[in-house]
């Protein structure tokens, strides 16, 4: 019913940045939330930034000051802005969304497939 595709991972040497970009398809009424998660190998999935629909946003202490979270919501799509980039930052990232596709129905949460990015020292 809903999908989430993300885009924009791939290998970047440290210091260098990255934008990540993840767009909602499908039978969509409103977004709530989105945000971004990742996991490293070895590791739990840990959560990065979110946006409310309104934009407030939240980080992780690790990504404050690096990362920048914002959203088109004309267009269902949440980005990932990540600069200064470091080895650390290594992982698979995933976007979710909190999506009502409809008044009858409660809201849900939908995960994107995962991108990846590797950061090299």
């Known amino acids: 019913q809903v999908q989430l595709v993300e885009s924009g991972g791939g290998l970047v040497q440290a210091g260098g940045s990255l934008r990540l970009s993840c767009a909602a398809s499908?039978?969509?009424?409103?977004?709530?939330?989105m945000g971004w998660y990742r996991q490293a190998p070895g590791k739990q999935r840990e959560l990065v930034t979110t946006i409310t629909s309104g934009g407030t946003t939240n980080y992780a202490d690790s990504v404050k000051g690096r990362f920048t979270i914002s959203r088109d919501n004309a267009k269902n799509t949440v980005y990932l802005q990540m600069n200064s980039l470091k080895p650390e930052d290594t992982a698979v990232y995933y976007c979710?969304?909190?999506?009502?596709?409809?008044?009858?129905?409660?809201?849900?949460?939908?995960w994107g497939q995962g991108t990846q990015v590797t950061v090299s020292s």
């Open positions: 979710n969304a909190d999506v009502k596709i409809s008044v009858v129905f409660p809201a849900r949460l939908y």
């Open positions: 499908g039978t969509i009424g409103t977004i709530n939330a």
